[in-house]
Structure formats: structure tokens, C-alpha cells
């Protein structure tokens, strides 16, 4: 099965689905920059004066954080899920009438979004720890050189871990995993878009904790990583890049350490 087998017309609902999703999810990160930016230069100037007062967070904050981390996961991730979507479709639509198409497409698309959801509301989490012991700086990025290397020293490792190899070996094989994992439904495309979600979960998570190090809003970062995603996924040299990323990754946490000595 190819995506050949779709129509233009819906190849074109497929891509102009993730590409709206991503555009909006992006056009939000870009204005709540833009809203926070003189908020974290207000906060860099009382610290840089020793009379940064960082308050506890509140629900309302950790919510806020947790949908920050959500918005910016999708716009990170959505573009990687375009190959196995459209070949999910290719094979939904060979395999059943016009009028099945959607409901599992879209299915399959929740269950990998669900995934990176409740990865945000961890990181959220995270980052709401890293401010209450102060750890995060106004530029919501570690404060502390030994944690911000510890992340960069796990991160890089973790590029070489079985897993992480085991995670991009299927995300870099989307008809393999269509093949081995096919679930028939509305419901089992939700279990397969799951299973896909934590895949990819496992091959990316570490990298986007590197945004602990970089600043949590720092979007030249986030485009950067979303950038590496893509091409460790799909570029041809990706498991190769995937290496060299994780040797700059412990190098960067090493030299950051013996600063620290």
C-alpha cells in the first residue's frame, strides 16, 4: 500500500488537516511569546538585582503550563505523523467505503495526539517542581548547571539506548508498523494511533526534555528540535544524524561539568 492509492483530493484533506493544525498551534506559541516576553525581562532584570520573588504556582498556572506544553507538542510532532497518516488512509480507504474514511483517520490521529498529551502534562509538572525548588530561571529554562547537564549528558546517551533505536527503527518504517499493528474500526485505528504515539514517544521524549536546558519557550529551539525530528525520522542519513546529535549532546553536558569544577 502506497499513498499513491489516495486521491488527490484526499491526500490534499490529509496534509491541509496537519498543516492547519500546525499553523494554528505555532501562530499561538508565537503570540504567547510575544505576551511573555516582557513578563521574563521584567523577572531577568529583578534577578539580575537579587530580588527575584518567585511565587508559588497555583492550579490555574500549572494548567497553563500543561496546555503550553500540549500546543507546543502538537506543533513540534504533527508534521512527523504526516507519512503514517497518509498511509493509514491509503490503506482505510482500500479496505472499506467512502463513508469510513474519516472516522478513522481521524481516530488514529487522536490516539498519537493523546500521547503527546499526556507527555505535556508530565513535562508541565516537571516544570512546575524546577519552580517551586527554584530551578527555573525567568526564562523558564534550568537554573542550575548541574541539572542543565545531566539533562544534555542523559539526553545524548539515551540516543544510543536499544529503545530509543527500537522506537526510530518504527517510526522511520510507518507500512511496517501499519503491518504488524493493523487494527480494523474507529476504535482500533484509536489503539493503533496510540500504539504510533508511543513509539514515537519513546524515540523523542529525550530531546524535548533538552528544552529544560534551551528554555521551555524559546522558539528558535523548538523549530530547531522540530527540524531534527523530522530529519531523524525520515531523512536519509536520520539514524546517522540521530548519533551525532546524541555525541554533541554529551559533549555540550560535558564541557558543561568541568565549568562547574
Known amino acids: 500500500m502506497t499513498v499513491a492509492a489516495l486521491t488527490r483530493r484526499d491526500r490534499l484533506l490529509v ?35 537579587g530580588m527575584a520573588m518567585g511565587e508559588p504556582w497555583r492550579a490555574a498556572d500549572l494548567l497553563f503550563a ?60 516537571a516544570q512546575w517542581g524546577l519552580h517551586e ?22 539526553a545524548g546517551a539515551y540516543q544510543f539506548a536499544p529503545v530509543k533505536g527500537a522506537c526510530l527503527t518504527q517510526c522511520r518504517s510507518p507500512l511496517g508498523f501499519l503491518m504488524g499493528h493493523w487494527r480494523n474500526g474507529t476504535s482500533g485505528a484509536l489503539r493503533m494511533g496510540l500504539r504510533h504515539g508511543v ?18 519557550m524559546n522558539l528558535l529551539w523548538v523549530a530547531a528540535i522540530s527540524a531534527f525530528v523530522l530529519l531523524e525520522k525520515f531523512g536519509r542519513g536520520g539514524v546517522l544524524a540521530s548519533r551525532l546529535a546524541g555525541v554533541a549532546a554529551a559533549a555540550a553536558g560535558v564541557l558543561l561539568l568541568a565549568r562547574l569544577w
Request: glycine share 6%; aromatic share 10%.
Open 199 to 216: 513509539q514515537c514517544l519513546g524515540c523523542c521524549w529525550a530531546l524535548m526534555c533538552v528544552l529544560f536546558v534551551v528554555g521551555t
Open 15 to 49: 496534509i491541509g488537516c496537519i498543516g492547519v493544525i500546525t499553523t494554528l498551534a505555532w501562530a499561538y506559541l508565537v503570540h504567547l511569546n510575544d505576551q511573555m516576553s516582557p513578563s521574563m525581562e521584567y523577572d531577568r532584570m529583578m534577578a539580575d538585582m
Open 133 to 154: 525548588t527554584s530551578l527555573l530561571s525567568s526564562a523558564m529554562a534550568a537554573s542550575s548547571g548541574w541539572l542543565s547537564a545531566s539533562i544534555l549528558i542523559g
Open 66 to 125: 500543561a496546555v503550553m506544553w500540549t500546543v507546543m507538542m502538537i506543533g513540534m510532532m504533527a508534521p512527523s505523523a504526516a507519512p503514517v497518516l497518509l498511509l493509514f488512509a491509503a490503506s482505510v480507504r482500500a479496505r472499506g467505503p467512502a463513508s469510513s474514511f474519516a472516522p478513522p483517520v481521524a481516530a488514529f490521529a487522536a490516539g498519537y495526539l493523546l500521547v503527546w498529551t499526556a507527555f505535556s502534562a508530565v513535562a508541565a509538572l
